[in-house]
């Protein structure tokens, strides 16, 4: 199923604060007026860390073990060295489908046009500021990577077919990865590009991990392309109106969730392509795609058959993204063409509740 120093740290803290068969698939558009949780939630999971500036070489260890290193003596703000004082690192890791599907990063790539499913190895983020301005890597410098070693078990065994892809969002809001160019800095030439087949993307397999190397910020991923034997077949699941009125036990999903406003609803919430997402996870892999539509709440994707997945419907009820409905359905690809998940299929739960179901699967 698989082909293709001086270690200083100040201060790290985890704070919630105020992008041989292929399938053609479509990320999730985000509507202006709907869906707005991906930027809140990913906002929730960013790591900040203080690194000093003017250091040759600062490296910090995430929360999940990813060891980082940077140089910051070749940092700029408008292409100006910078002065000594800290520097703040933002740093985010994806390596649940939980965090992928409420982050709006799913594992879509992008090679020749044509969109593939990746397998993951960890999505990442990492943006610097000083004194609240953005900061960049100087390209002047040969000495401005940034080095990542992403440990193997965080996404299953070491796989040496490993690249690094270059994520961000599109005109319509959909997330999509690019295979992302090697630079080589030579004494003669400069700057040399384009060297990803020579280098690998800068991923390589060391001792249970992947070294990756960063040279500009922004969302990265560390990735393989994914593909399944079975044969695609369009695949639909139409989302039935959540009835907010009295359940047949007597209760009331109004009095059990009083922070929620459900008079805005009216009698059904009515799911469709502004304030929903379906994820498509498969147990086999690392890897999240998304489902297209969603128009009168029918949803569609090519699915390869045979294979196992679950389908995951979310839709959050307030703007902080804290309280979701949402429903999880596993499936046999190609064992039913047309799904209908029901309104007594829905659950109410809080965005813990939500991550917990899913990273459980």
């Known amino acids: 199923m698989r082909h293709f120093t001086i270690f200083l740290l100040f201060i790290m803290?985890?704070?919630s604060c105020s992008d041989d068969n292929d399938y053609s698939m479509t990320n999730f558009a985000i509507s202006p007026t709907g869906i707005a949780t991906s930027n809140n939630h990913i906002e929730s999971i960013t790591q900040l860390v203080s690194v000093p500036s003017g250091s040759?070489?600062?490296?910090?260890?995430?929360?999940?073990?990813?060891?980082?290193c940077l140089n910051t003596t070749c940092l700029t703000v408008d292409g100006q060295p910078i002065g000594f004082g800290s520097i703040q690192l933002k740093y985010v890791?994806?390596?649940d489908i939980g965090?992928?599907?409420l982050g709006n990063k799913p594992t879509i790539g992008i090679v020749d046009g044509q969109e593939v499913l990746l397998e993951s190895g960890g999505e990442f983020k990492i943006t610097l500021f000083y004194d609240g301005s953005p900061v960049e890597l100087d390209w002047h410098s040969p000495i401005c990577d940034i080095k990542m070693t992403i440990p193997c078990e965080l996404t299953g065994d070491c796989n040496d077919d490993m690249s690094g892809w270059v994520g961000a969002a599109d005109a319509n809001g959909n997330f999509n990865w690019v295979l992302g160019d090697v630079f080589v800095q030579s004494p003669t030439m400069g700057v040399i590009s384009g060297l990803n087949g020579l280098m690998g993307n800068a991923v390589t397999v060391e001792e249970n991990n992947y070294e990756m190397i960063v040279q500009s910020l922004g969302w990265r991923n560390c990735d393989v392309l994914n593909q399944f034997?079975?044969?695609?077949v369009p695949t639909s699941v139409t989302c039935e109106p959540f009835s907010i009125g009295p359940s047949t036990d007597g209760g009331s999903v109004v009095d059990e969730w009083p922070e929620i406003d459900w008079a805005q609803f009216g009698s059904y919430f009515v799911f469709d392509n502004t304030n929903c997402r379906?994820?498509?996870?498969?147990?086999?892999?690392?890897?999240?795609?998304?489902?297209t539509g969603g128009e009168e709440g029918v949803f569609q994707q090519s699915l390869p058959t045979g294979e196992e997945c679950n389908l995951i419907l979310m839709a959050p009820l307030n703007e902080t993204g804290d309280v979701f409905l949402y429903s999880i359905k596993n499936t046999n690809i190609g064992a039913e063409s047309d799904m209908t998940i029901s309104s007594d299929?829905?659950?109410?739960?809080s965005k813990a509740d939500l991550l917990s179901a899913i990273n459980s699967l």
Do not use: K
């Open 93 to 95: 890791e994806i390596f």
């Open 56 to 68: 040759e070489e600062v490296c910090f260890t995430s929360a999940r073990g990813v060891e980082v």
């Open 345 to 349: 299929d829905i659950q109410v739960g």
């Open 229 to 232: 034997s079975g044969t695609p």
């Open 13 to 15: 803290t985890i704070f």
């Open 99 to 101: 965090d992928m599907l």
């Open 278 to 291: 379906i994820g498509v996870s498969f147990p086999s892999v690392a890897t999240l795609m998304n489902m």
